[in-house]
């Protein structure tokens, strides 16, 4: 390979490859829409996780208000994403009055950022070097594959944060480091793993300046100049979420890291670790059974070839950061040692990295191509095309039959959160009176649909930071909620309520519990404990 930093051509060619790969995303994403495995269209209608109504719940109050609010006029510390719910919010305001369903809002803008996916990927591909036939099949491999084409219709910042990555990459890779500055920093305030994404990225041109070395200085003016730009819009962007944090929650970073985070795994868990891995590699296609073996070789093929470059910091960013964000997850959120299920609410602090992986995988494979076609003798001539149709065809089959299972999953995981979630806070805002503080513990549909004048405690702390980390019963004897909205659960708290109403998914998939209860509080619990 090359130097990645040369230009590369940019033809009609390049464009056409480009928008198949748009065009095939599409289509992945109709099949997913139009999936009625649930038996009816919640596919459609619906979004598959509560936290995107948690979204919607910020984005609409700063669309309407201009505030991050959760209940109506009280800032809270509950959104992971704010660049996000900016995004989302101007959706909101602009198509909302043309009526588009908040649900749509949402899918609508994870479906645009998830089309200019496998875009940048045959861009980066492209930025280090391969062929506009490597490029394309790593182009096309991000677009079948099923995990993103989920993602791309989940209305989930997912999408986004991938978008971001690989952008950065390919503005690193082009030398235009103010932009790729600027767009690090946007990913940090996306997601969490954004900033450990921030550093590596930002790293590369630092460090490929600094051995560039011919004076003896603490710092040179390239170096601070390059520290400047890549690094400034991080600081600023992830200083001002983390003050705003800060002035709610009293500390730097948003509920939900205290709610998720586990504590008790230390700096180095095997176990977690090995849990994390297992879950991935078999909920990616290309790594599924077989094709774990072969795609990791071409990673250690790529890996291998990285000395011959002329410049190889592209590309050893590539390979850093997926091991590095493996560990940064084993370290944050317990999976457990096998990790099944491996839900979406696991998968997306992940997915974001396959399209890193299939880069990495398809270079290797390249790399290994031009090695072989540089030997005469007649067994490689005959048996290498041989093992090529049979990994092709393993890859095809991994991808039809996971691409199967997940729309069957997508379409359920949305019928669960429509026919619990949704449903429920439509029967609480029609049948709880006004102005009732009510307890909950799925806080996204419920408060998006509840009366304004209703109040909705979170009870797990996401979204009510005087909430995190708190027993049940402690909380119900300090807030006094008159309802609650929780899922069954054996626990001496329940013969304190009166059951008012329940639902139940078909087949439960992604919510937290089979049954969610409408509870009146006829008493409260003792606290502390007799």
């Known amino acids: 390979m090359k130097s990645e930093t040369e230009s590369v051509p940019w033809t009609r060619t390049d464009w056409a490859v480009a928008l198949a790969g748009v065009a095939v995303a599409l289509a992945m994403a109709a099949v997913y829409l139009s999936s009625r495995a649930s038996g009816a269209n919640w596919a459609m209608v619906g979004v598959p996780l509560d936290d995107a109504w948690i979204h919607l719940v910020y984005a609409r109050n700063l669309a ?58 045959y861009l980066v591909a492209r930025a280090v070097r391969l062929g506009r036939g490597w490029a394309g099949a790593a182009m096309f491999l991000l677009a079948l594959d099923p995990n993103l084409a989920y993602g791309s219709v989940a209305g989930m910042e997912v999408p986004l944060l991938t978008l971001l990555t690989l952008l950065a990459l390919y503005l690193v890779a082009r030398q235009r ?15 969490g793993e954004g900033v450990v994404t921030a550093l590596l990225i930002g790293a590369i041109p630092v460090v490929g300046e600094y051995l560039k070395r011919r004076t003896l200085a603490v710092v040179t003016r390239p170096e601070l100049k390059l ?57 990616v296609a290309l790594f599924r059974g077989p094709l774990l073996l072969v795609s990791s070789g071409l990673i250690a093929a790529f890996a291998y070839s990285l000395p011959r470059h002329k410049e190889p910091s592209l590309g050893l960013g590539l390979l850093l950061i997926p091991l590095t964000q493996f560990y940064a997850f084993s370290i944050n959120i317990k999976v457990g040692a096998l990790a099944w299920p491996w839900t979406y609410c696991t998968r997306r602090y992940l997915d974001y990295l396959i399209p890193l992986l299939v880069i990495l995988i398809v270079a290797g494979a390249s790399y290994l191509w031009a090695q072989l076609s540089r030997l005469k003798h007649r067994a490689v001539l005959l048996v290498t095309p041989l093992i090529v149709l049979v990994v092709v065809g393993l890859s095809g089959w991994s991808l039809i039959g ?95 309520f009166e059951t008012l109403h329940s639902l139940s998914p078909k087949r439960l998939t992604i919510l937290g519990g089979g049954e969610l209860v409408a509870l009146r509080i006829r008493d409260y619990p003792p606290w502390p404990p007799e």
């Open 64 to 121: 309407e208000y201009g505030h991050f609010w959760y209940n109506p006029g009280v800032a809270e510390a509950g959104l992971s994403s704010p660049f996000w719910v900016v995004l989302l919010a101007a959706v909101y305001k602009v198509f909302t009055p043309l009526g588009l369903s908040p649900q749509w809002c949402a899918k609508g803008l994870a479906l645009a950022c998830a089309l200019g996916v496998p875009v940048l990927t």
């Open 177 to 191: 480091y103010l932009g790729a500055g600027i767009v690090l920093g946007l990913g940090v305030v996306t997601r």
């Open 227 to 283: 520290v400047v730009m890549l690094f400034l819009p991080s600081l600023l962007l992830g200083g001002a979420w983390a003050l705003y944090n800060h002035s709610i929650n009293g500390t730097f970073l948003p509920n939900t890291y205290y709610i998720k985070h586990n504590f008790a795994l230390g700096l180095f868990n095997w176990t977690n670790l090995l849990g994390a891995l297992g879950g991935f590699v078999r909920h």
């Open 402 to 496: 996971l691409n199967r299972l997940y729309a069957e999953w997508y379409s359920w995981d949305n019928e669960n959160i429509e026919v619990v979630d949704v449903a429920m806070a439509r029967w609480a805002a029609e049948n709880l009176p006004p102005g009732a503080t009510i307890a909950v513990t799925d806080a996204g549909a419920i408060r998006f649909l509840a009366r304004p004048d209703q109040v909705v405690l979170d009870f797990v702390g996401l979204n009510n930071h005087d909430c995190m980390g708190r027993p049940c019963a402690e909380l119900l004897h300090e807030f006094r909620p008159q309802y609650a909205l929780f899922f069954r659960y054996r626990d001496p708290l329940w013969d304190y």
